[in-house]
């Protein structure tokens, strides 16, 4: 079965997950969705993920993060799609929730947080919000 947006769909798996209470959540691998997966490390709203080898793609096995049985990840929204692409330059990036949250962007330095891309001076495509 082809899927037309891995991300979307990852990112459906993730919010479906917390709200369902899971510990942990799988879905196929890619290079783009592991380092999206460490931006979300490194932002505290997963706990850990594991790449796992069980086939030619493998799986990313991801640890959701709760405090006090309340999920860290309160919502997610995936902004730039296939049919429609939203861009953005370095003087116009997205603040989630006045920087609560965070943007993921997919910049000319790969795909990095809002926080970077304004540290960077660059913009790029605006792929999801996460708060």
């Given amino acids: ?37 460490a931006i979300f490390k490194t932002d505290g709203y ?37 049919g429609l692409r939203v861009y953005t330059d370095n003087n116009r990036i997205p603040r989630v929730l006045n920087g609560l949250g965070t943007a993921i962007i997919s910049s000319s330095k790969g795909l990095i947080s809002d926080r970077e891309a304004r540290k960077l001076k660059i913009g790029g495509e605006v792929l999801c919000y996460i708060w």
Avoid: W
């Fill in 1 to 37: 079965m082809s899927v037309s947006d891995p991300i979307a769909d990852t990112l459906t798996i993730l919010r479906n997950a917390t709200n369902a209470r899971h510990e942990t959540v799988e879905f196929p691998a890619s290079k783009l969705l592991e380092r999206m997966m």
């Fill in 46 to 82: 997963i706990e850990d993920f594991r790449l796992l080898k069980d086939n030619k793609q493998g799986v990313l096995k991801v640890y959701l993060k709760y405090e006090n049985t309340k999920p860290l990840i309160l919502g997610i929204k995936r902004v730039s799609r296939p």
